[in-house]
């Protein structure tokens, strides 16, 4: 069977299995790679039905009680298992024993009351083990761990019940990357419980109380590389120096996470820096110090510095009595070999000038999310405070102006690095003095709408984003890195004033487009980050992005973050995947094109016209427009002819001498309207045509071969058949002249035709017999 055929049942044995398990747990979801999520559903049990097929299982989060030796027994290559957050009690001797690929195990914070090492003796690559939040007492009495070689992760213990650590509890591990314990209520930990265990990364160590924290410590101070203390109250601790002075240690960093001190709490802990001389870094994270910082009494004079700590964190540290607290002058002293110094979110107003003097060896520090301002920063960066500092972080203060605090801080001869972002300077002056060595400039979120030469020329990166800025024009030679995305630029700044330049971020501007040519401007650029702007994909834009592969390796956002905002019908989309129309990027060749077409459209039109008549037929067209607009029937009295003669040029004579004769000289005459003698002089001649036919009371129509092959006397002539006929009346009077074939007549006198065929017309007859009686019936019907 294929792979994917194979993939594809497994699946679907899952879903079918699982849809059965519970009436009322949701079925799985797998992914074709083996994934399946099953987290809050509410199942009360492990679905059945899952294969070979299944590589991670998420169970978390339901209300699983039970788990027995037969329902894993099918998943042998199964390499994560989450059952945290259950409610289970039991696990069968064997309910992992065929998951021998298994990597990752959860089974935090379930109910679980004894532990058993039967339940890991086939688990040999396991790496990670979660038992955390059960109801266990202790760990057993033999060790849970012994068939684990590879675990690197082990969280072990809870808040309650978990009370005792023997010595057999981690026999078998030599090395792990992090241990965590949480042992909150621990009564009893036996000597060299963890001395077993040969290298330890991290520790997390859980202590309500420090009544054993020492014991602890001698057993993994030469052993463990980082010490992480949670949620202990250190009010009673005390150090023995003869506990760990003559101990080789190896810890380097050590964090207080939501712990209590006192002052002399604080002191015995400082000594503890002192014996343990590796410590290189100590953090302080939302700690709480009860006490006011009277440290003169408590035999700090014997404590002459903080061991070898060279990194000191603190944040978000409470102090309860902060306005009884001291001005900390008589630790001073302890200070002198701090090289980096972070006070984060602390409501710091100042550091006194007295305490900047004596950091003597500080190269970094960080005093965001405080209260600082230009005030303080005068008495802290006072002369000789922080001799060596190099990097300055005043982010998130209160510092109000950018000219004054550059002015405060020209006493930093070293300084070269200043973040003095998410302050509210709002608006820049035109010069500024600052530091001389200055390389680096963080002013992002300050709310400037514009940048001047107050900036220091000497600057190698500059961070402005965030800002209201809608231009970039300034001269910096040696600017490298500029970072000025969030702002509201629309288009690149001249390469010209940033010669050097080599990593540029402008995303989420409102830059509409980039050409090759101002890229390339840029002689030493290697990364460009402009994603997220609003771009036009114009034709000469998407050539230029989808025809550079080595684009790819400038722009370090692209493809996904640039999207076309226009033309409309690709908005949304990837610059990379857009594609515009021949007609869109061709406009010139297309307009080209269309124009020889209407010309050849237009000279084939006039042919047609030619050859089909199309010119007789606009204009009658037009004729039968102006006629609409007059009255369809002249009054009476305008009558002025009996007769409107329509006839071939060529039949002149015999209407002319023999029709005007007998019609004419007639007693009483009769007033025949010819074009010849009756139009008027200069009017239009469709216009005379139809006052003649409207002023006449019939319109006689001399048809004859040479009418035909003239095309009916001319079109303007023609005209009176058209109106005549329109109109639907018996005013039209047919004398056919000779004899004519009907099929001769063009299709486009189509009315005439069809009168022919329903009227009765007058034959000129050639017997001169005949004639007498032809011209009483042409008087007749123009009386009639």
């Keep these: 069977m294929p792979r994917a055929l194979w993939t594809a049942w497994v699946w679907a044995v899952i879903s079918l299995s699982t849809e059965g398990a519970s009436d009322k747990a949701s079925s799985l979801s797998c992914d074709p790679a083996g994934v399946c999520d099953g987290h809050s559903r509410s199942l009360n049990s492990i679905p059945s039905g899952l294969t070979a097929g299944v590589k991670s299982l998420d169970l978390s989060n339901n209300e699983i009680t039970y788990v027995g030796n037969r329902d894993l027994q099918r998943c042998v290559n199964l390499k994560i298992l989450r059952l945290g957050a259950n409610e289970i009690h039991t696990v069968e001797k064997d309910s992992f024993f065929h998951l021998r690929s298994l990597e990752y195990l959860d089974l935090s914070y379930n109910r679980l009351s004894n532990l058993s090492s039967s339940w890991f003796r086939s688990l040999y690559i396991l790496k990670f083990l979660n038992l955390l939040g059960n109801l266990y007492k202790t760990l057993g009495e033999t060790s849970l761990f012994s068939h684990l070689p590879n675990l690197r992760t082990l969280k072990v213990g809870n808040s309650n019940s978990f009370t005792e650590i023997h010595e057999q509890d981690f026999t078998g591990l030599t090395f792990l990357e992090e241990l965590e314990i949480n042992a909150q209520n621990l009564q009893i930990y036996a000597p060299k419980s963890l001395k077993s265990i040969q290298n330890i990364s991290h520790l997390i160590l859980h202590l309500k109380q420090p009544v054993l924290l020492l014991d602890i410590l001698v057993d993994i101070v030469s052993s463990l590389d980082y010490l992480e203390l949670r949620n202990t109250n250190l009010h009673t601790f005390h150090f023995s120096e003869a506990s760990i002075s003559q101990m080789n240690t190896s810890v380097k ?32 994270d939302d700690c709480t110090h009860d006490g006011i910082g009277d440290f003169r009494t408590l035999a700090l004079d014997r404590i002459r510095y903080l061991g070898n700590v060279e990194t000191l964190t603190i944040r978000k540290l409470h102090i309860p009595q902060f306005f009884l607290f001291h001005d900390l002058s008589s630790i001073y002293s302890l200070t002198g070999t701090v090289r980096r110094i972070t006070i984060e979110n602390s409501k710091v107003f100042l550091v006194p000038c007295l305490l900047s003097q004596h950091l003597k060896s500080l190269e970094y520090l960080d005093l965001s999310e405080n209260l600082m301002s230009e005030e303080t920063l005068k008495n802290s960066a006072c002369e000789n405070a922080w001799p060596f500092l190099q990097t300055l972080v005043l982010r998130q203060n209160r510092l109000k102006s950018l000219e004054k605090t550059g002015e405060l801080l020209l006493t930093l001869k070293n300084l070269t690095n200043l973040d003095i972002s ?14 001389g060595r200055m390389k680096q400039l963080n002013l992002s979120s300050t709310r400037m709408h514009s940048l ?14 965030n800002n209201n800025l809608d231009s970039f024009s300034l001269i910096l030679p040696q600017l490298k890195e500029l970072y000025i995305s969030r702002n509201k630029l629309k288009t690149l700044p001249d390469a010209s004033f940033l010669p050097v330049l080599s990593i540029m971020r402008i995303s989420r501007n409102v830059i509409n487009s980039f050409s090759k040519e101002q890229l390339d401007s840029f002689q030493q650029l290697k990364t460009l980050e402009a994603g997220g702007n609003s771009f036009i994909c114009s034709c000469d834009f998407l050539a230029f992005t989808q025809g550079q592969q080595a684009l790819a390796r400038v722009l370090a956002d692209w493809p996904d973050d640039y999207r076309c905002d226009s033309p409309s019908h690709v908005r949304g989309q990837r610059v990379q995947d857009a594609r515009l129309s021949l007609s869109e990027c061709h406009r010139a060749a297309v307009v080209s094109a269309v124009c020889c077409a209407l010309f050849l459209l237009l000279l084939l039109a006039g042919v047609l016209c030619h050859r089909l008549h199309g010119l007789w037929y606009m204009k009658m067209m037009w004729a039968w427009l102006q006629a609409k607009r007059k009255p369809r029937k002249s009054p009476r009295r305008d009558i002025c002819y009996d007769a409107f003669v329509s006839y071939s040029e060529r039949d002149s004579y015999w209407v002319e001498n023999l029709m005007v004769r007998e019609l004419e000289h007639f007693n009483p005459p009769f007033k025949l309207c010819l074009h010849k003698r009756d139009f008027v002089p200069g009017k239009w001649i469709v216009d005379n045509i139809i006052d003649s036919i409207e002023k006449s009371h019939k319109t006689i129509f001399v048809l004859s071969e040479n009418f035909v092959k003239s095309e009916w006397c001319k079109y303007e002539l023609d005209f009176s058949h058209f109106r005549l006929f329109d109109e639907n009346n018996d005013a039209a009077i047919l004398i056919l002249l000779e004899p004519i074939d009907k099929k001769a007549i063009p299709q486009r006198f189509c009315k005439l035709r069809k009168i022919m065929n329903t009227k009765t017309y007058l034959e000129w007859p050639t017997d001169e017999t005949q004639q007498e009686g032809f011209w009483l019936n042409l008087r007749a019907a123009i009386r009639s």
Excluded: A, H
């Excluded at 998410?422 to 035109?430: G, H, Q, T, V, Y």
């Design 452 to 465: 001047t030469q107050c900036l220091p020329q000497t600057l190698e990166i500059l961070d402005v984003s």
């Design 422 to 435: 998410k302050n509210n300077f709002l608006s820049m002056p035109e010069t500024c003095q600052w530091p």
């Design 253 to 284: 960093k050590l964090i207080f996470r939501n712990v209590q001190f006192t002052d002399e709490s604080f002191v015995e802990v400082v000594k503890l820096f002192n014996y343990v001389s590796g410590i290189l870094e100590v953090e302080f």
